[in-house]
């Protein structure tokens, strides 16, 4: 086990808050944040010493196979972050707010929010957008639901934006990304996610704000990182954002692993004596007398 791993696992943990988050910004301590959808998955990021967990709405493409993540249905993301929350205890865990669930009136948007936290042992919820959201994000804030932003590119408005593709790359729309991260955090967000804008942008909104800057493909200049994991293991397929670093190939060590298993069931070496659970033989003949019609 690396000295890293030990560390990491040994030492006792404080459970991460939003003011950790903050105090952390302030020291210039950079926050880590990656997505789990499953308990085994939450419990290694818990081990591994992680800050935050999203159970991002990602699940909709990198765990339940659909094109996009305007599918996902709060339903999956209840039931999703359960899991989750079973299996990591001391990171700050957010629950993404998937399509519909808060665009509609501010009434749904405090509801759905609060049931992120009632029901499935959410600390906070995340949702897109900026100006747009501000009466949402003022009333979940005031039921006492922290939120956190995601501006940039915002996966909910894929057809709207014209594809998966960076933002803020002109002056204007630069000046407008600014404006809504200030508006954010007026609005009471504790954090906001910065997706596939410019890396000198994001490193300026993150100077002028005092809450953390979140970044997906918005260089280093943020206040903390975050990836989508199925990315980061090698476990999703279909395509890899240029922002990603593949730290594992899982897809390929899962198919290795099938194939072997298959190999082995098939030339019958698998189960082995090891695997097999076995009877006394007095037991056996006593069952044998009986048995016989
Ligand atoms: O759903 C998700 O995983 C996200 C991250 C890309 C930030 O929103």
């Known amino acids: 086990m690396s000295t890293i791993a030990v560390s990491a696992s040994t030492t006792a943990r404080k459970k991460v808050t939003t003011l950790t988050l903050r105090q952390k910004k302030e020291r210039g301590e950079p926050i880590s944040m990656l997505t789990a959808y499953d308990y085994p998955t939450a419990l290694a990021l818990d081990q591994a010493g992680i800050d935050m967990i999203l159970v991002g ?22 039931h999703h972050s359960k899991a989750v929350a079973r299996g990591a205890k001391h990171p700050f865990l957010v629950g993404d707010m998937p399509f519909m669930s808060y665009q509609v009136s501010v009434e749904q948007a405090v509801k759905n929010a609060g049931r992120f936290l009632q029901e499935a042992g959410m ?9 747009e959201r501000l009466d949402a994000i003022r009333a979940m804030t005031s039921a006492g639901i922290p939120v956190m932003g995601h501006l940039g590119l915002t996966p909910q408005s894929v057809h709207q934006l014209g ?16 404006e809504d991260a200030l508006l954010l ?40 990182q975050v990836l989508v994991t199925h990315d980061l293991l090698g476990l999703f397929e279909r395509f890899t954002p240029k922002f990603v670093k593949k730290y594992a190939n899982l897809h390929t060590e899962m198919q290795k692993a099938f194939a072997e298993y298959i190999a082995e069931v098939q030339g019958q070496s698998f189960p082995a004596e090891e695997h097999t659970v076995t009877m006394s033989d007095v037991e056996w003949q006593a069952f044998l007398k009986e048995a016989r019609p």
């Open 57 to 78: 709405d990602s699940l909709g493409m990198v765990v339940l196979g659909y094109e996009n993540t305007l599918p996902v249905t709060m339903e999956d993301m209840l």
């Open 123 to 131: 600390d906070g919820v995340k949702l897109e957008g900026g100006r």
């Open 163 to 178: 594809g998966f593709r960076p933002q803020g790359k002109t002056a204007s729309a630069a000046k407008r990304l600014l």
């Open 185 to 224: 955090q007026e609005a009471g967000c504790f954090s906001i996610v910065l997706e596939s804008v410019p890396a000198q942008l994001a490193e300026y909104i993150s100077m002028h704000l005092d809450i953390p800057t979140i970044g997906i493909g918005a260089g280093a200049g943020c206040d903390g």
